[in-house]
């Protein structure tokens, strides 16, 4: 069964929660096998037990071929903020409206997009820990 359900493979991204650089590292894999845009998703309200610093070392570590990478800030308007400051682009801010209207208001001068809530996301640690038995699992189920 395709992930893509009658949608072009530009219009339907498909989001991978990474914890971990092999993990990032069988997404960008899954993603250069099969030219499918993949996203990398943090865990939920990651930037309070993982970082910002830590979550950019993660994904940059990871290197270039990954694409576009989401941190979860969940409730905390402190962590969102160092996040755009740290040039984190996309984000996800679930707290409260006000803040999350000034917030969003902040997010666009920095040329950056904060999402209300989680996209729907494979989630890689439910599986193996192997990259290449993580790109198989990838390749099961959507293609």
């Keep these: 069964m395709s992930i893509f359900n009658g949608f072009s493979e530009e219009s339907v991204p498909l989001y991978v929660e990474c914890r971990s650089v092999a993990e990032i590292l069988a997404a960008g894999l899954f993603s250069h096998r ?6 990398i ?3 939920e309200a990651a930037a309070s037990f993982i970082g910002v610093a830590a979550w ?13 990478d989401i941190l979860d800030c969940g409730d905390s308007a402190g962590y969102t903020l160092e996040a755009l400051h740290a040039g984190q682009q996309r984000l996800i801010f679930s707290g409260n409206p006000e803040q999350r209207r000034s917030l969003f208001c902040i997010a666009e001068r920095a040329g950056a997009r904060i999402l ?6 494979m989630r890689f640690s439910l599986l193996s820990s192997e990259p290449l038995m993580l ?9």
Excluded: F
């Design 56 to 68: 950019r070392a993660l994904v940059s570590r990871a290197g270039a071929g990954v694409g576009e």
């Design 135 to 143: 790109v198989r699992t990838l390749e099961e189920r959507y293609l």
């Design 116 to 121: 209300p809530g989680r996209p729907d996301a």
């Design 34 to 39: 099969h030219n499918i845009g993949v996203t």
């Design 41 to 43: 998703l943090s865990p």
